[in-house]
């Protein structure tokens, strides 16, 4: 059983009189009937009134919806269109019987309205690739706007140009920075032959090349064919690629990037456009088969790109110098920490370095509470930056204070060292002055023995005296920790001596005792406050840049580094998950340097080993610092990886 399907051989949107081929077709599924409909030309099915009901109404309406029309031939005695046949369906319906002429007039009519859904369908197909490319360029062009990286950014231009005109290969160029009259060769990718490995070079902005071609005019190249150029063009092709690597270059699009101010800022050039973009050009048949030449749309498409791409790469540029700024100014507020407090130089360096070790060793725990704890790249240099600038604030704090190394100041222990000197002096002039007392009153009888006796209680002053000069340079020493015994300070703050003036003096003011009685580090509680006020600096300071959103945490990672778990630290004595993981980081980072530092000089250095037991015993013991961060930072030996 078949039946006749009708469809022109020729026809044009305006032809409403084409030549008609005739042929029969079998009662088949709707698949099968969408087939029916040739790609380029209306059809029209004439159905046969005896055995329509073999063909389903799916099959019917399949052939419909793909762009063809159905003319229904009906019964005898059929005036209408039966109810098992619905009119949607139907472009005419002719009651038996059927002249034909009236025949002629159905299929023609059948036709007309195949050929104007066919043009609707072409419309509509049109328009939805259009849709789909204006699309595909604005998801391109959102993904260039959020990538700051230029790395990724050069990557991403050229695997979407090479996507949207499904391109074997491509390269990129960029006008060189230091030298805008040559093109820097910095990406290439090509899908037949991926494991090429990439050299790095420079060509001349010239016409001699195509992509110098294409910079020095600013206009595109398409050529259909790379090794048969015209002869009268000025530029080449260079074959070393396909010799060297057994490759056929042959249809090319070469795309000059424009930015903004109209400046060519690069070049795009795009290989080997193919029918199926997955194919692999691995034979010359390969590519005589797959590869044909870049139309006209893909030009404008590409050209669409490239304006999208030059101003990512712009943005890109300009952000990556933006950086650099920044990383100077940061190195510059380093140093200017630095030359105020030389004593802990490379302190803030190694701090940063430390702390985002650990933050890497926390990413890619796989155990642990912080099993789930990931750091983006963006956070890391967040917590570098943090890790630099955290001691900021000391440029606000007095120099004397900022660089105290003993309890006293230099001058106030000079005082001592006077006072010292001159007592003993008084001693000395005292003991002369006895014995010539003696002689006077006495004369020689008895002199030896009172001598003797007169010259060891003048020792026993003097050696008392050396003791008192010994112990106060003793005591002006700093602790590490509160030890020691300053009860015999307060003793000899008790004693006097006899001044000038024949009054009493002591031998230690109260403000030089209570300095001497500092039972750990240099500092009494004022200069203590003094010393913690720059965290409150750094914060304030930190505060007053107009961070990126990236690195907006950064005031306040820094803010917390002396704050502790139990919110005993400063200065806000927050505590528990109030302080942010990175500042808990760093905190661990800080204390490590500050007691291993080599180069301070208010205290000895501390062997690496002593100073993790120390914070075992004196800050995790007593809940100060995350016990699972110093797990992971002794067990990952990050304080072996200072810069």
């Known amino acids: 059983?078949?039946?006749?399907?009708?469809?022109?051989?020729t026809w044009s949107p305006g032809d409403l009189t084409p030549a008609l081929e005739a042929a029969r077709v079998e009662p088949r599924g709707v698949r099968a009937a969408r087939e029916l409909v040739p790609d380029d030309r209306p059809a029209v099915f004439l159905l046969d009134p005896e055995h329509r009901s073999a063909f389903p109404l799916e099959a019917l309406r399949g052939f419909v919806d793909a762009g063809g029309a159905i003319v229904a031939l009906g019964r005898e005695g059929e005036q209408d269109v039966p109810e098992s046949l619905p009119t949607e369906l139907l472009s005419g319906f002719l009651p038996q019987p059927v002249g034909r002429r009236q025949l002629l007039v159905a299929?023609?009519?059948g036709y007309r309205e195949a050929a104007a859904r066919a043009e609707t369908a072409r419309a509509r197909a049109e328009a939805a690739l259009r849709s789909r490319e204006i699309g595909e360029l604005t998801q391109i062009g959102v993904a260039l706007g959020s990538e700051r990286d230029l790395e990724k950014v050069l990557d991403l231009i050229l695997t979407q140009a090479r996507r949207i005109t499904q391109s074997d290969g491509g390269s990129l160029y960029?006008?060189?920075?230091?030298?805008?009259?040559?093109?820097?060769?910095?990406?290439?990718?090509?899908?037949?032959?991926?494991?090429?490995p990439f050299i790095e070079f420079t060509i001349p902005r010239d016409r001699m090349s195509l992509a110098g071609y294409a910079a020095t005019t600013g206009e595109p190249l398409?050529?259909?064919?790379?090794?048969?150029?015209?002869?009268d063009v000025e530029y080449t092709i260079n074959r070393s690629f396909d010799e060297r690597y057994g490759y056929r270059t042959k249809s090319m699009l070469v795309i000059p990037m424009k930015d903004h101010?109209?400046?060519?800022?690069?070049?795009?050039?795009?290989?080997?456009r193919k029918r199926d973009f997955e194919a692999l050009l691995t034979t010359a048949e390969d590519v005589?088969?797959?590869?044909?030449?870049?139309?006209?749309?893909a030009v404008e498409l590409v050209t669409a790109l490239a304006g999208q791409a030059a101003v990512s790469i712009e943005n890109s540029q300009l952000y990556k110098k933006i950086e650099n700024m920044f990383e100077g100014f940061v190195q510059a507020a380093v140093t200017a920490i630095e030359q105020r407090d030389p004593t802990t130089f490379g302190h803030s360096g190694r701090v940063a370095g430390y702390t985002v070790k650990l933050a890497e060793v926390v990413d890619s725990a796989d155990d642990g509470p912080y099993r789930h704890v990931r750091f983006t790249a963006e956070q890391l240099r967040e917590i570098r930056y943090a890790g630099y600038l955290h001691?900021?604030?000391?440029?606000?704090?007095?120099?004397?204070v900022l660089v105290k190394a003993k309890k006293l100041y230099p001058p106030d222990l000079e005082l001592i060292k006077q006072r010292h000197a001159f007592i003993r002096r008084s001693l000395e002039s005292e003991h002369w002055r006895r014995r010539a007392v003696y002689l006077e009153t006495q004369g020689r009888e008895g002199y030896e023995e009172t001598l003797a006796a007169l010259q060891a209680a003048h020792a026993k002053e003097i050696a008392d005296l050396d003791e008192f000069l010994a112990m106060v340079l003793k005591a002006n020493e700093p602790t590490l920790l509160p030890e020691g015994n300053f009860e015999e300070i307060k003793t000899i703050a008790a004693l006097t001596y006899e001044g000038l003036a024949g009054d009493p003096q002591p031998l230690l003011t109260s403000e030089e005792a209570r300095f001497l009685a500092i039972r750990k580090g240099t500092l009494d509680e004022t200069e203590r406050l003094e010393i913690e006020s720059h965290v409150t600096h750094t914060y304030k300071f930190l505060q007053e840049i107009p961070w990126t959103r990236e690195l907006q945490q950064i005031p306040i990672i820094a803010f917390g580094h002396h704050e502790k778990l139990d919110g005993t630290g400063y200065p806000?004595?927050?505590?528990?998950?109030?302080?942010?993981?990175?500042?808990?980081?760093?905190?661990?980072?800080?204390?490590?340097?500050?007691?291993?530092?080599?180069?301070?000089?208010?205290k000895p250095a501390v062997a690496p080993q002593r100073a993790l037991d120390i914070l075992a015993q004196e800050f995790i013991q007593r809940g100060q610092l995350d016990t699972e961060l110093f797990r992971l930072f002794v067990e990952a030996k990050v304080f072996e990886t200072a810069p």
């Open 1 to 9: 059983m078949s039946y006749l399907l009708l469809h022109a051989d």
């Open 107 to 109: 299929i023609r009519a």
């Open 174 to 196: 960029l006008v060189d920075e230091k030298d805008s009259q040559r093109l820097r060769f910095l990406r290439t990718q090509n899908h037949s032959k991926h494991n090429i």
């Open 222 to 231: 398409v050529i259909d064919d790379a090794y048969f150029l015209p002869p």
């Open 261 to 272: 101010k109209e400046e060519i800022i690069g070049v795009l050039q795009l290989i080997n």
């Open 288 to 297: 005589d088969r797959q590869v044909v030449p870049y139309s006209k749309r």
């Open 391 to 400: 001691d900021f604030g000391k440029v606000g704090v007095r120099e004397q």
């Open 572 to 602: 806000r004595r927050i505590s528990g998950d109030a302080i942010p993981i990175q500042t808990r980081m760093m905190t661990i980072s800080d204390i490590y340097d500050a007691l291993t530092a080599q180069d301070r000089q208010y």
